[in-house]
């Protein structure tokens, strides 16, 4: 399964069970515009429906990872801006919401600018993988306008409020050190070397229990809404059901009988 061509607003590969979406107008840092986000939730939807993919990595061609909105597009609608902005949005929020729900892991990985809409993106992850010379900046203040893109609810699920009103009103470019001791990103990597240290990171969580993860990333997802006892109950009948799997007794076993294995 491939989306691929030089003029594609996104381009999809998948090879070892890991799927690469990249954001492919490079031309203007990745700005969102229509045609790139429809593009975005087509690729996310094709991943969704393969069985063979295990993790998924969204990333930028070119030097940015993703500048936000695209300020030329939305000036040019003139007076539809208000509509064109709407179905944009909604098309974006499509592709949101299925990476949220979708069975294999998301992983951003993150150079050059991640700003606005291109923030609130990098956060929509399970992981963020950011190079050294990433920067995170939120870019709404200075427009007068509010966070797009799922930016507030991930924000406040990553960091609290306090935290998220500091990075959305204060308007401040982290740093990927900053951002990953904000609690943005989850690891930051060399950027001489940056492509290859995300696709090995991707690799390794493919080798994961693949129904393990999912119900996993279902439960931490859950945790922030949940009420405490209910999720005691969600939580303890997931592992009851996982528990009982030949793999997963197999792997108790296994590590019984390494443990009783006179060490040396």
């Given at each position: 399964?491939?989306?691929?061509g030089?003029?594609?607003?996104?381009?999809?590969?998948?090879?070892?069970?890991?799927?690469?979406?990249?954001?492919?107008?490079?031309?203007?840092?990745?700005?969102?515009?229509?045609?790139?986000?429809?593009?975005?939730?087509?690729?996310?939807?094709?991943?969704?429906?393969?069985?063979?993919?295990?993790?998924?990595?969204?990333?930028?061609?070119?030097?940015?990872?993703?500048?936000?909105?695209?300020?030329?597009?939305?000036?040019?609608?003139?007076?539809?801006?208000?509509?064109?902005?709407?179905?944009?949005?909604?098309?974006?929020?499509?592709?949101?919401?299925?990476?949220?729900?979708?069975?294999?892991?998301?992983?951003?990985?993150?150079?050059?600018?991640?700003?606005?809409?291109?923030?609130?993106?990098?956060?929509?992850?399970?992981?963020?993988?950011?190079?050294?010379?990433?920067?995170?900046?939120?870019?709404?203040?200075r427009?007068?306008?509010?966070?797009?893109?799922?930016?507030?609810?991930?924000?406040?699920?990553?960091?609290?409020?306090?935290?998220?009103?500091?990075?959305f009103?204060?308007?401040?470019?982290?740093?990927?050190?900053?951002?990953?001791?904000?609690?943005?990103?989850?690891?930051?990597?060399?950027?001489?070397?940056?492509?290859?240290?995300?696709r090995?990171?991707?690799?390794r969580m493919?080798?994961?229990?693949?129904?393990?993860?999912?119900?996993?990333?279902?439960?931490?997802?859950?945790?922030?809404?949940?009420?405490?006892?209910?999720?005691?109950?969600?939580?303890?009948?997931?592992?009851?059901?996982?528990?009982?799997?030949?793999?997963?007794?197999?792997?108790?076993?296994?590590?019984?009988?390494?443990?009783?294995?006179?060490?040396?």
């Amino acid at each position: 399964m491939t989306m691929q061509g030089p003029s594609r607003p996104v381009l999809l590969a998948v090879e070892g069970g890991v799927a690469t979406i990249t954001l492919n107008r490079p031309q203007r840092r990745n700005a969102l515009d229509f045609s790139l986000v429809h593009a975005l939730a087509e690729a996310v939807q094709q991943v969704e429906i393969d069985p063979s993919v295990r993790v998924l990595m969204i990333r930028g061609a070119g030097a940015a990872f993703c500048s936000g909105g695209d300020l030329a597009y939305f000036h040019g609608q003139g007076d539809k801006l208000g509509p064109s902005v709407d179905s944009l949005l909604r098309t974006l929020h499509v592709a949101l919401l299925r990476l949220t729900a979708m069975a294999p892991l998301c992983i951003t990985c993150v150079h050059g600018a991640a700003a606005g809409a291109g923030l609130s993106l990098a956060m929509a992850a399970d992981f963020c993988i950011a190079a050294d010379d990433a920067t995170f900046w939120p870019s709404y203040a200075r427009l007068g306008v509010t966070p797009d893109g799922g930016g507030t609810f991930n924000a406040v699920r990553l960091l609290g409020v306090r935290k998220a009103m500091q990075l959305f009103l204060m308007e401040e470019k982290l740093s990927a050190a900053e951002a990953q001791s904000f609690g943005l990103v989850s690891r930051v990597v060399p950027a001489d070397g940056f492509d290859t240290a995300c696709r090995g990171f991707a690799e390794r969580m493919a080798t994961l229990d693949a129904e393990a993860v999912q119900r996993t990333r279902v439960l931490l997802r859950a945790a922030a809404r949940a009420n405490y006892a209910d999720h005691l109950e969600i939580e303890s009948g997931t592992f009851v059901q996982l528990v009982q799997r030949p793999v997963t007794r197999h792997a108790i076993e296994a590590y019984v009988a390494a443990s009783r294995e006179p060490r040396t």
